[in-house]
């Protein structure tokens, strides 16, 4: 009867401790697959590699104000490489809008960079086909520390040289386009002066027209005045709304809008407006 409660004590002892080795290195991994800003899900960076990058995006994020992350993953859950991209940067940035995710995606084969919000403004379409000419080069050597961190590097860079002036987002789904435009100091002051120029002539004008002598001048208003109150009444009959889809530029001419200033947007599974582009490896 002893040896049986020695044994069992013995068993439920071993059961315990092979509960808690497993769950600290179930611990660890989790640890492992993130640190700070990046996520390694596909497992395919080193400790020094995420120390690095994550040092990479906290500065960037500190210039820029912008959420950035770097991910990797082996199983995309079914959806595409922006469709994940751009849902990672939705769950993980509730509250902040503006930003980038980079993205080695290993069940699509594919590396991404989705953009939100002021980012989208700087990453053009233009830009974001440079930045992945340089990350495509380090993945297809196997070097998926320096692919991120070349989809990072870029979108320094672009930040650094700021938004293009012939800038505009053309969302692919509705074909609405919204122009970018910043105002200069120098047109702020030429508007002030046409401003203040305007405001003096018609003041003038009706100084000279009126006589008006001020400080003496009293506007006899029961000689002048008068009132004529009538019924009437204003009926919505019909109301319209025509939309129109405004065809992309193919290069032909005939558009006042440069593809290279272009910014394509489309909507993720939140109904945020993305930006981004990716290449197949």
């Known amino acids: 009867m002893r040896k049986r409660v020695r044994q069992w004590f013995l068993g439920i002892s071993l059961l315990l401790f092979s509960l808690q080795v497993n769950g600290f290195s179930m611990e660890n991994a989790v640890f492992a697959a993130q640190k700070g800003n990046v996520y390694d899900e596909a497992e395919l960076l080193t400790d020094e590699e995420m120390d690095a990058l994550d040092e990479k995006i906290g500065a960037l994020m500190e210039t820029t104000g912008w959420n950035i992350y770097a991910v990797t993953t082996d199983d995309a859950g079914g959806k595409s490489a922006a469709a994940y991209a751009d849902d990672f940067f939705d769950s993980h940035s509730t509250e902040q809008e503006d930003g980038v995710a980079a ?16 980012a989208i403004r700087y990453l053009t379409d233009e830009r974001l086909d440079y930045i ?25 860079e672009y930040y650094e040289r700021g938004i293009p002036e012939n800038q505009y987002n053309y969302d692919e789904e509705t074909g609405e386009i919204s122009v970018y435009h910043s105002i200069t100091l120098w047109e702020a002051l030429i508007a002030a002066a046409i401003a203040v120029g305007v405001f003096g002539v018609v003041f003038g004008g009706i100084v000279g027209k009126y006589r008006l002598k001020f400080g003496n001048y009293e506007y006899d208003f029961r000689q002048f005045s008068s009132m004529d109150l009538k019924d009437s009444s204003d009926m919505l009959v019909n109301t319209a709304v025509t939309h129109r889809k405004i065809p992309q530029n193919n290069g032909d001419g005939g558009s ?4 290279s200033g272009r910014s394509t947007t489309h909507h993720s599974s939140s109904g945020r407006s993305h930006g981004g582009s990716g290449r197949k490896f």
């Open 256 to 259: 006042s809008h440069s593809n």
């Open 132 to 156: 992945l000419d340089e990350a495509y080069g380090e993945i297809t050597e196997g070097y998926y520390a320096d692919c991120l961190g070349a989809m990072i590097d870029g979108a320094a």
């Open 103 to 118: 993205l080695i995606d290993m069940d699509n084969r594919e590396i991404y960079l989705s953009a939100c919000g002021e």
